[in-house]
Structures are given as C-alpha cells and as structure tokens.
C-alpha cells in the first residue's frame, strides 16, 4: 500500500523567504505525482502535475521536482508571501485511473 | 477551467438521519467521480469511485450500505450518508474526471451529525 509522507506538518516563515516542502512516497511505480494547496474549510486547488517521466514542473514562483527512483518531490514557494499561507498536500497516483494516496499536508504560514 | 461544484456546503442532521451529498460537474462530462475524506488535519482518504452507469467501488474498510453512491449522470454524483452518526462528522470532498484528463475538485461538504 502506498505511503505519502509530508514533512514538515507545520512550518511558519517571514514574508519573502523561500519555502521548501518535502512528499517522500513508498512505492516508486507512480504514474503521476500532483501538488495541491487547501485553504481552510475548502477544497483543493490544483498547483502542479508532475508525470512519472518528468523531473520538475514550474509554474510562476512555484516549482516542483520529482525523483521518482528515491521516492520524493519537493515543492518550492519562492518569495513567499502572505497570500501562500495554506496548507500543501502531495498526492501520488499510480496509474491513469488517478486514484489519488494524498499526504497528511503541510501547513505553511507566512507572516507578514 | 473545469468546475465541479457540491451542495450543501455545510449540513448539520441528527444521529439516526439520512443526508444527501451532490457533487456536479459543471462545464465538462465527467465520466468518473470520486469521494474523499478528510478528517481536522489528516489526509484525503478516498472513499470511492464512480462511473456514470455504473455501480460504485469501494475502497476497502468503507461500509456500502452506509455510504450509498449514485453516479446517475454524466454532471451528477451523489453520496448519501444513511443512519448518520456522531463519527461519521467529517469533511467530504469530491472530484471529478472527463476521460483521462485530471481530476478537479470541488469545495467539500463538512457534515456535523449530533
């Protein structure tokens, strides 16, 4: 059964510091791993997908790295602000029928 | 974007009650919908998948009898929470998927049962 391990649980920093969340996952046979951002009392918002066969994703001030062999994928937040106060969660998929293992979350708060 | 909302945002029944989650689609066809779990600080758990026409699978460890799915559309799942309890309270998130494209999410229903 696959493991989703996000660490750390919690993680607080100043406005304009970079952010580094880690996902380590314990079956490598992944068919797509994605980053997701939950606001409190809400659903998720899709943040990056990251297919098995690729190593990153980028989108704005977010990016994504993904080394499948050692099973972890680490988001970066650069420039952090306010606004990114949420909680990250990983989720791994292993084939197309995305069927999602999701981690327990990160929550992050950037303070201004 | 795809959009998938789920009515009501929030319900609160007593022990003993049935509630009724819908989950739609609203801008594309979703083929296959799927209903999550999620508990104050813990992960999603997928509870299910459904297939428009077709009859649901659970995910092992969830009662078929208590959490009925209907999946009567290709716009339209529902979840419906028979005989509620106190533990049954939580936050239930679903999602939905055209073809093979990404799943979208909608914005969760929290349950409270008293």
């Known amino acids: 059964k696959q493991e989703v391990t996000q660490i750390p649980a919690a993680l607080s920093v100043p406005e304009g510091e970079n952010l580094v969340l880690n996902c380590s996952f314990t079956?490598?046979?992944?068919?797509?791993l994605q980053w997701f951002r939950q606001d409190p009392g809400k659903g998720l918002t899709s943040l990056l997908l990251?297919?098995?066969?690729?190593r990153e994703q980028t989108s704005g001030r977010l990016n994504a790295s993904l080394d499948k062999s050692s099973g972890r994928s680490t988001l970066y937040i650069a420039a952090s602000q306010p606004g990114d106060s949420a909680t990250y969660l990983c989720a791994v998929s292993p084939s197309n029928d995305y069927k999602l293992s999701f981690g327990a979350g990160t929550t992050v708060t950037v303070r201004a | 974007g795809a959009v998938v909302s789920q009515h009501p945002s929030w319900v609160i029944c007593k022990s003993g009650t049935s509630v009724k989650i819908e989950c739609r689609s609203l801008?594309?066809?979703?083929?296959?919908m799927f209903w999550y779990r999620q508990f104050p600080k813990q992960s999603l758990m997928l509870m299910a998948t459904?297939?428009?026409?077709?009859?649901?699978?659970?995910e092992q460890g969830v009662e078929k009898d208590k959490f009925l799915i209907n999946h009567a559309s290709l716009t339209l799942s529902t979840l419906t929470v028979t005989s509620a309890h106190p533990e049954d309270s939580s936050f239930y998130i679903c999602s939905a998927r055209e073809g093979e494209y990404e799943q979208y999410f909608g914005p969760g229903t929290r349950l409270t049962v008293t």
């Open positions: 459904s297939n428009e026409g077709s009859k649901a699978t659970y």
């Open positions: 079956d490598s046979a992944i068919y797509n």
């Open positions: 801008d594309f066809q979703a083929t296959t």
């Open positions: 990251i297919q098995s066969s690729q």
